[in-house]
T-cell receptor, first 111, second 116 residues
Framework: DTGVSQDPRHKITKRGQNVTFRCDPISEHNRLYWYRQTLGQGPEFLTY????????KSRLLSDRFSAERPKGSFSTLEIQRTEQGDSAMYLC?????????FGQGTRLTVV | AQTVTQSQPEMSVQEAETVTLSCTYD???????LFWYKQPPSRQMILVIR??????QNATENRFSVNFQKAAKSFSLKISDSQLGDAAMYFCALEYSGAGSYQLTFGKGTKLSVIP
């Protein structure tokens, strides 16, 4: 297993368009997280899955954001009607115990 | 709510010297984990060291060690014999499992430069 992988690595989109990101966690990890990191800040928690169940969502996750983890494997994060304020690095992490492993992130630029 | 504060936006160290990065945190919980993560430029975040709050002994991983002061809510990272590859953003993070999600709360990070 090569770790947590995210696709795409970079995405440039026009304001108002929808975008979808994918995360493939480490295969035996039952927990999956999405974080958002803006320039000069640490990552901020967005949402958490245990297996296929989405158990927690941050207030940062507006109704334009939706995440899924069908069958408890890969996860997708969709942002509808993107805004310039959505420009950030979106990080996915997975864990089996207290140690989270991060992917390289998807850098979103909204123009 | 948990908060993590890193008061040093940037630090520099001479190669082979020792540097200490500071972190303070606030939580009302008694059982939690503390972490230092390293994020090299354009590369993924990797775990440097972790500390369980119930353990009094400070964690050590090769050249990396922590000074965990639970009463003071302080968790500093010491890097000994600094190497060029240590240059990166370092994030202090707290994880509380009481709510069941094990989500991490991060500080804003400290950018470490290593001078040859």
């Amino acid at each position: 297993d090569t770790g947590v992988s995210q696709d795409p690595r970079h995405k440039i989109t026009k304001r108002g368009q929808n975008v979808t990101f994918r995360c493939d966690p480490i295969s035996e990890h039952n927990r999956l997280y999405w974080y958002r990191q803006t320039l000069g800040q640490g990552p901020e928690f967005l949402t958490y899955f245990q297996n296929e169940a989405q158990l927690e969502k941050s207030r940062l996750l507006s109704d334009r954001f939706s995440a899924e983890r069908p069958k408890g494997s890969f996860s997708t994060l969709e942002i509808q009607r993107t805004e310039q304020g959505d420009s950030a690095m979106y990080l996915c992490a997975s864990s089996f115990n207290a140690e989270a492993f991060f992917g390289q992130g998807t850098r979103l630029t909204v123009v | 709510a948990q908060t993590v504060t890193q008061s040093q936006p940037e630090m520099s160290v001479q190669e082979a010297e020792t540097v200490t990065l500071s972190c303070t945190y606030d939580t009302s919980e008694s059982d939690y984990y503390l972490f230092w993560y390293k994020q090299p430029p354009s590369r993924q975040m990797i775990l440097v060291i972790r500390q369980e709050a119930y353990k009094q002994q400070n964690a050590t991983e090769n050249r990396f060690s922590v000074n965990f002061q639970k009463a003071a809510k302080s968790f500093s990272l010491k890097i000994s014999d600094s190497q060029l590859g240590d240059a990166a953003m370092y994030f202090c993070a707290l994880e509380y499992s009481g709510a069941g999600s094990y989500q991490l709360t991060f500080g804003k990070g400290t950018k470490l430069s290593v001078i040859p």
